[in-house]
C-alpha cells in the first residue's frame, strides 16, 4: 500500500521524468565516447596497415619479389600485432606469420576480416584479424593485417561500461525517488491529517514544519497563517455572538416587560402613548447595535472596497463637527476641527463617515472632565502619503493596558458603564481603518484620550 502511493505521488513521477531525461543523456554522452573511441582505434588500424602496404609496395618497387618476401620474412620474426602472408600462384605460403589465407570475404572498403590461430607462451589463441589483400604480378598474393583482438577488448570493455552505467543510473534513480518521494508523503501526510483534524473542529492544530526553509516549509507557515486568522475569526464570531446575546437580551427583556406590564393594568391614553415611545426608542436603539455590527462585517469583509471613490475628507470631517457640535454644546463641550481644506483620499465615503462620526460621539460621552466640561478637538492632515485623523479629548482617558481591548466589539470599561452605546464604535472604527490598509491608534492625549486614524491615500 505505502510502495502505491509512493509510486502515485507526483514527486516521484517528477523523479522519473528527470531520471529518464538524465538516463537519455548519459546514454548519449557515453555512445559518443564509444563512437569516438571505437573510430579512433579502427582508423588507427587501417592507418597502420595502410603505412605497411606502403613500406612493402616501395620494398616490391626496389627489388621485386624476392625483396618483397625477405622483408615479410624480416618482419614476421617480430610481429608484434602486425600480419603478413606472400602466397605463390598455387597458394604455397612464401613468406609470414600466417597459415593459410583467410576464407572470409572482402568488404567493400576493401578490408577483410577473419579469426586466426596466434602461437603464445600459453599456447594457441583464438584472435580476431583485420586484413588487406593485394593481388601481385604473375598470380602472386600480399595480404597486410593487423591483430585487432586487443582493440575488440576496449570496445567490449565500452560497451559493459556504457550498460553497467545506464544500469546503476536507472537503479540510483528509482531508489532516490523513491526515497524523495517518501519524504515528500510523509510531509504531505503531516499537512493532510493535520488538515483533517482542523475540518474535525480542532483550530488550535497547526502545520508542523521541519525547519528546511523550502517550498513545502513555505506553504506550510502561510497555511499556518491562513489558520490562526481563521481561527481569530471563528474566536471573534463566537465572541460576537455571545455579546450580542449578552447585550441585546436585556433591552428585550425591558421591551417586553413594559408592555406586559401596560397590557396586565388600565391605562390611559398618555400612558400608552408613553410607552409606545420608549418601546421606539429601545427598538432604535437595536437598530443602530445591528446597523453597526453589519458595517463592522461589511468592512472586514471587504466587500466595500468596490465603492471607493476619490473622498473630500476634509469636507466630510467638518461635516461630522457641524453634525455634533449641538450634541457637544449640550454635554457642556467644546467641540472643534483643525482641518485643512483640499484632503483627498480614495476611500469608502459611508464607512469613514461613521468612522469619524462614531469617534467624535465617544469622545462626547465619555470626553468630560468632571461636571466643568471639557474639550474635544479633531484634527486632519496629510503626512508622508497617509491622510492622518485624530480625534482628542481631555477626559479621563482608557489605561493603557485596555487600549487593544476596547478595539473589540461590544468591549465596555466599567468606567462607561452607565453611558448609553453598545461598545461597536471604536470596533467601527478599526474595521474602517483595516478596510482602507490603515491603522489605528490609541494614545495618551495628556490628559484625556486621543485616536487616531492613518490611511494611505
Same mark, same amino acid.
Given at each position: ?13 517528477l523523479?522519473?521524468?528527470?531520471? @529518464?531525461?538524465?538516463?537519455?543523456? !548519459? ?15 579502427a582508423r ?5 596497415v ?14 621485386g619479389?624476392p625483396l ?11 610481429p *608484434?600485432?602486425s600480419?603478413? =602472408?606472400?602466397l605463390?600462384?598455387?597458394g ?9 589465407k583467410p ?10 576480416e ?6 603464445t ?5 583464438r584472435?580476431?584479424?583485420r ?6 604480378p ?9 591483430d585487432?583482438?586487443e ?5 567490449s570493455l565500452?560497451?559493459?561500461s556504457?550498460?553497467?552505467a545506464?544500469a546503476l543510473? =536507472?537503479?540510483?534513480?528509482?531508489? +532516490? ?6 519524504n515528500?508523503?510523509?510531509r =504531505? ?7 483533517r483534524?482542523?475540518? *474535525?473542529?480542532d483550530?488550535?492544530?497547526r502545520?508542523p514544519?521541519?525547519?528546511? +526553509?523550502?517550498?513545502l ?8 497563517n491562513?489558520?490562526?486568522q481563521?481561527? @481569530? ?9 455571545d455579546?450580542v446575546?449578552?447585550?441585546? *437580551?436585556?433591552?428585550? /427583556? ?20 408613553e410607552?409606545?415611545e ?28 468596490? &465603492?471607493?471613490v476619490d ?5 466630510? $470631517?467638518l461635516?461630522a463637527?457641524? #453634525? ?6 449640550e ?9 485643512? &481644506? +483640499? ?17 467624535i460621539d /465617544? ?9 466643568? +466640561? ?5 484634527t ?6 497617509r491622510? !492622518? ?12 493596558a ?8 461590544f $468591549? ?11 461598545? =461597536? ?5 478599526a @474595521?474602517?481603518?483595516? #478596510?482602507?490598509n ?10 484625556? #484620550? ?8
Amino acid at each position: 500500500m505505502l510502495l502505491t502511493n509512493l509510486l502515485k505521488t507526483s514527486t516521484f513521477r517528477l523523479a522519473v521524468i528527470y531520471l @529518464a531525461l538524465f538516463v537519455t543523456s !548519459v546514454i548519449a554522452l557515453l555512445g559518443y565516447i564509444y563512437w569516438n573511441t571505437a573510430g579512433f582505434l579502427a582508423r588507427q588500424t587501417d592507418q597502420a596497415v595502410e603505412a605497411e602496404i606502403q613500406g612493402l609496395a616501395e620494398q616490391y618497387a626496389q627489388g621485386g619479389l624476392p625483396l618483397l618476401v625477405h622483408t615479410v620474412i624480416q618482419r614476421s620474426r617480430d610481429p *608484434r600485432q602486425s600480419l603478413y =602472408l606472400v602466397l605463390d600462384p598455387r597458394g604455397n605460403v612464401l613468406a609470414g606469420n600466417l597459415d593459410a589465407k583467410p576464407a572470409a570475404l572482402q568488404g567493400p572498403d576493401g578490408y577483410v576480416e577473419f579469426n586466426y590461430q596466434r602461437r603464445t607462451m600459453e599456447g594457441v589463441e583464438r584472435h580476431a584479424a583485420r586484413a588487406r589483400y593485394i593481388e601481385l604480378p604473375e598470380g602472386f598474393f600480399l595480404l597486410v593485417g593487423r591483430d585487432v583482438e586487443e582493440r575488440r577488448n576496449i570496445e567490449s570493455l565500452i560497451t559493459a561500461s556504457l550498460i553497467w552505467a545506464v544500469a546503476l543510473t =536507472l537503479g540510483l534513480g528509482l531508489i +532516490g525517488g523513491l526515497i524523495m518521494s517518501r519524504n515528500m508523503l510523509a510531509r =504531505l501526510d503531516d499537512i493532510n491529517r493535520t488538515s483533517r483534524e482542523i475540518m *474535525r473542529g480542532d483550530l488550535a492544530r497547526r502545520i508542523p514544519v521541519s525547519g528546511t +526553509g523550502d517550498e513545502l516549509d513555505q506553504l506550510a507557515g502561510n497555511l499556518n497563517n491562513m489558520l490562526e486568522q481563521i481561527e @481569530a475569526l471563528m474566536m471573534g464570531m463566537r465572541e460576537v455572538t455571545d455579546n450580542v446575546a449578552h447585550d441585546l *437580551r436585556s433591552p428585550l /427583556n425591558r421591551l417586553r416587560n413594559r408592555l406586559e406590564v401596560t397590557l396586565m393594568k388600565p391605562a390611559s391614553e398618555a400612558d400608552y402613548k408613553e410607552v409606545l415611545e420608549k418601546t421606539i426608542s429601545e427598538a432604535d436603539h437595536l437598530l443602530t447595535t445591528f446597523n453597526a455590527l453589519l458595517s463592522i462585517a461589511r468592512a472586514e469583509a471587504r466587500s466595500s472596497r468596490e &465603492s471607493m471613490v476619490d473622498v473630500d475628507v476634509s469636507a466630510l $470631517v467638518l461635516d461630522a463637527v457641524e #453634525l455634533y457640535e449641538p450634541v457637544a454644546e449640550e454635554a457642556n463641550l467644546t467641540l472643534k476641527a483643525e482641518v485643512p &481644506s +483640499g484632503l483627498k483620499l480614495f476611500a469608502n465615503r459611508e464607512i469613514l463617515s461613521q468612522a469619524i462620526a462614531n469617534l467624535i460621539d /465617544n469622545a462626547i460621552k465619555h470626553g468630560r472632565k468632571g461636571e466643568d +466640561g471639557g474639550e474635544i478637538t479633531v484634527t486632519a492632515a496629510l503626512s508622508q502619503g497617509r491622510v !492622518v485623523l485624530s480625534v482628542a479629548d481631555n477626559g479621563p482617558g482608557i489605561p493603557e493596558a485596555d487600549r487593544a481591548r476596547v478595539l473589540e466589539r461590544f $468591549v465596555r470599561l466599567e468606567a462607561s458603564r452607565n453611558t448609553p452605546g453598545s461598545g =461597536l464604535g471604536l470596533s467601527l472604527a478599526a @474595521a474602517a481603518a483595516r #478596510l482602507h490598509n490603515g491603522q489605528i491608534e490609541l494614545s495618551d492625549a495628556g490628559p484625556g #484620550l486621543r485616536v487616531t486614524l492613518s490611511l494611505p491615500v
